[in-house]
């Protein structure tokens, strides 16, 4: 598994941008593998954000990001998705996707087996 997430930028508050995390090794890991997003601000400890289950039927949120982000994948396309909308300063971080060995994720990252590289999210108010 190798992970690539992309889409990260800066934006003002209010905006929005669309993550990307692709894993350009092995579709069959990715397929059946939930997957999720952590973010880690400066200073601070890595939190989790969102994750996705291996079909795509089940998702769980972070309370700071409920009704705002919404993720999303794509088996076919080995790609998981983070939409984020109505960004606040408060959602700048280091965004970074993850791979679970099991079928449904969850908040805590050691679940995590696999770790992209992460990508910059700067919200200006």
């Known amino acids: 598994v190798q992970l690539q997430a992309s889409g990260g930028g800066s934006v003002q508050a209010g905006g929005s941008l669309r993550l990307s995390c692709a894993d350009s090794?092995?579709?069959?890991?990715?397929?059946?593998?939930?997957m999720g997003w952590f973010r880690q601000a400066p200073g601070k400890e890595r939190e989790f954000v969102a994750t996705?289950?291996?079909?795509?039927?089940?998702?769980d949120y972070a309370d700071s990001v409920k009704g705002r982000f919404t993720i999303s994948r794509d088996n076919a396309k080995i790609s998981v998705y983070l939409q984020m909308n109505s960004l606040k300063p408060e959602d700048t971080a280091v965004y970074y996707c993850?791979?679970?060995?099991?079928?449904?994720?969850?908040?805590?990252?050691?679940?995590?087996?696999?770790w992209g590289q992460g990508t910059q999210v700067t919200v200006s108010s």
């Open positions: 993850a791979a679970s060995l099991r079928s449904y994720g969850s908040s805590r990252g050691e679940d995590y087996r696999y």
């Open positions: 090794l092995s579709r069959r890991t990715f397929s059946n593998n939930a």
């Open positions: 996705i289950s291996w079909r795509g039927d089940r998702t």
